[in-house]
């Protein structure tokens, strides 16, 4: 079966630090990945897809995310960070036609001044 | 487009009291999915739709749940007789299913007492 493991609950950082949120995912088939955000009492918010293609992908607010077969990982990066960005993070994955999702178990950003 | 349309936002019900969440997805999309989300359990998928049908409902927690959409432009969960255990925040998504991404409505912060 799919499975998507963030690998740290809670990611600590200081603005205008880097930063790199974990994920890894399990199929034998191939997957479309996705990172989502999302901020106290809203939904989630589409950061980033990958479908097919170029690896690294750009999204929006300044994240990006490798896509990485050898190690089924697609890591979700930003080279500085704002205090705007302290939210829950959510990796998904998805395969087949069917639009159903696996997602992760979340990571929370929390950007410190 | 107005994104993914939930309501209520917010409903506060007695233990017993049947509660009704309803869902207007993306105009064109032809899948929908509902998804509980708690701080214990995480982003859960309830139920999806493909079509208008219900794919899979192995999410549905018991029989006291159920998820209708009549038509392409709405849907609706159903939880009859609430109780405690039921207070969740309830998202709805939507997505062109091929394509995989989906999109969030606000969500219905559901308080049961």
């Known amino acids: 079966a799919q499975s998507v493991t963030q690998l740290d609950s809670q990611v600590p950082v200081f603005e205008e630090a880097p930063v790199e949120l974990r994920c890894n995912y399990s199929?034998?088939?191939?997957?479309?990945l996705f990172w989502y955000v999302q901020y106290p009492n809203q939904g989630l918010q589409l950061l980033l897809k990958?479908?097919?293609?170029?690896?690294l992908v750009k999204g929006i607010n300044g994240f990006e995310a490798e896509f990485n077969k050898s190690q089924t990982s697609f890591h979700l990066r930003k080279p500085s960070v704002h205090i705007s960005d302290t939210a829950e993070y959510f990796c998904?994955?998805?395969?087949?036609?069917?639009?159903?999702?696996?997602f992760g178990q979340g990571t929370t950003l929390q950007v410190k001044p | 487009d107005a994104g993914v349309i939930q309501s209520p936002r917010h409903e506060v019900t007695e233990m017993g009291q049947e509660v009704t969440l309803r869902c207007k997805p993306i105009?064109?999309?032809?899948?929908l999915f509902w998804y509980r989300q708690t701080m214990m359990r995480g982003l859960e998928l309830l139920i999806y739709?493909?079509?208008?049908?219900?794919?899979?409902d192995s999410g549905m927690p018991e029989d006291r749940f159920s998820a209708k959409m009549p038509n392409a432009s709405f849907s609706t969960l159903k939880i009859q007789p609430s109780e405690p255990r039921d207070s969740a925040v309830y998202f709805c998504?939507?997505?062109?299913?091929?394509?995989?991404?989906?999109?969030f409505g606000p969500g219905t912060r559901l308080t049961v007492t």
């Open positions: 998504a939507s997505s062109l299913a091929y394509r995989g991404e989906q999109y």
């Open positions: 199929s034998s088939v191939s997957v479309y």
């Open positions: 990958y479908l097919s293609g170029s690896t």
């Open positions: 998904a994955a998805g395969s087949g036609n069917t639009g159903k999702l696996i």
């Open positions: 105009s064109g999309h032809n899948s």
């Open positions: 739709f493909n079509n208008n049908v219900p794919i899979d």
